[in-house]
């Protein structure tokens, strides 16, 4: 297992394009930030919405098919399951390494638009515990778009139908949740697919129940997508 984690350390941060991802996702927030600055928003505001979620959501949705895809389809995963290597520590060598990107990609994200805020004269003395809750929280989604991108490589093993899948699909299940909202008559459906949790992070600070709620949502999701990832792993010829 060590040496499948070596080996996809090397691989993903020598990969040009998580470096232009980053650039972009810090251009982005230094963007966000200076509309924060432009309208005096507080300290803890100003970090809670500053992480530019849509893009980054859309690089984690391109980001993960290309390196998962291509060893596919260079058939290196083919040599690493012939040397012995288990599909199962595969797949978590992988999502290890893509979640390391993505704090990775967070992080300096955080540090750079905060430290454009404290020049710009943002004051964070009225950040709380809740807000760096809310910052935490807003990386465990992330995850979430991750495994779906994980899961849409492992399905179709190709870069183009996984980045169009991972893309596209969950953007389409808020629109279906709602349609079916207003046929059943029920209320906050749609609050159940997790593009809800990440609206409600980047706002404000919550409620306790609130973070538990969402929580509880994130862990559901990232288990039932590695299962689906697993299962398709051992299915697929590699």
Not at 35 to 61: D, F, H, K, R, V
Not at 126 to 152: C, H, P, Q, R, S
Request: charged letters at 15%; glycine letters at 8%; one cysteine or more.
């Amino acid at each position: 297992m060590s040496n499948l984690i070596r080996y996809e350390f090397k691989k993903t941060f020598s990969t040009k394009a998580i470096y232009i991802c980053t650039i972009i996702a810090v251009g982005m927030t230094l963007i966000n930030g200076y509309l924060s600055c432009s309208n005096n928003a507080p300290g803890q505001s100003y970090l809670i919405g500053i992480l530019p979620g849509n893009m980054l959501e859309t690089i984690i949705a391109v980001l993960v098919p290309i390196l998962f895809c291509s060893e596919m389809e260079m058939g290196s995963m083919k040599i690493m399951v012939g040397r012995g290597y288990t599909r199962k520590n595969i797949l978590i060598s992988k999502i290890i390494m893509s979640n390391l990107y993505m704090i990775m990609m967070s992080v300096v994200s955080l540090l750079v638009g905060g430290v454009y805020g404290k020049i710009k004269g943002v004051d964070y003395s009225d950040l709380t515990g809740k807000g760096i809750a809310n910052l935490v929280f807003e990386m465990l989604v992330f995850m979430i778009i991750i495994n779906i991108a994980i899961v849409f490589s492992v399905l179709f093993q190709s870069k183009g139908a996984a980045i169009a899948a991972t893309i596209f699909l969950p953007s389409i299940i808020p629109v279906a949740l709602l349609v079916a909202e207003k046929i059943l008559k029920l209320k906050k459906i749609d609050e159940i697919w997790y593009t809800s949790y990440m609206l409600k992070l980047s706002q404000d600070v919550l409620k306790n129940s609130d973070y538990i709620y969402i929580g509880i949502g994130i862990v559901i999701y990232n288990v039932i997508l590695v299962a689906i990832s697993y299962i398709l792993m051992n299915q697929k010829d590699f």
